[in-house]
Nanobody, 122 residues
Framework: QVQLVESGGGLVQAGGSLRLSCTAS????????LAWFRQAPGKERQLVAA???????YYADSVKGRFTVSRDNAKNMVALQMSSLKPEDTAVYYC????????????????WGQGTQVTVSS
């Protein structure tokens, strides 16, 4: 069993930056594909970024060039650096982990954090 805990969310003005972190306990993350999803009110959960065990990364088109996902296996954590934030980035952000599967599909992920709110004001 893997427990994931996100931190780093908050309120920021448009154009600002935030760094989200997700720390795992119960298992080592080095064998897992890790991802960040987000869900805005009334919308489906969508992939923001993912990073596989070889540190290959995937990004939603809407965040390319603005967000960077990284992992630190020694610290058992995954991070999401968010820059040039826009009001449409406002959502609850979740980290997730899976062993194998399509990194783009939320249902492929087995473990989820509780989420952290990111609010971007205009």
């Amino acid at each position: 069993q893997v427990q994931l805990v996100e931190s780093g969310g908050g309120l920021v003005q448009a154009g600002g930056s935030l760094r989200l972190s997700c720390t795992a306990s119960g298992h080592f993350l080095k064998d897992y594909l890790l991802a960040w999803f987000r869900q805005a009110p009334g919308k489906e959960r969508q992939l923001v970024a993912a990073i596989n065990i070889e540190s290959m990364t995937y990004y939603a088109d809407s965040v390319k060039g603005r967000f960077t996902v990284s992992r630190d296996n020694a610290k058992n954590m995954v991070a999401l650096q968010m820059s040039s934030l826009k009001p449409e980035d406002t959502a609850v952000y979740y980290c997730a982990a899976q062993r194998t599967g399509n990194p783009m599909i939320a249902s492929e992920y087995v473990y989820w954090g509780q989420g952290t709110q990111v609010t971007v004001s205009s």
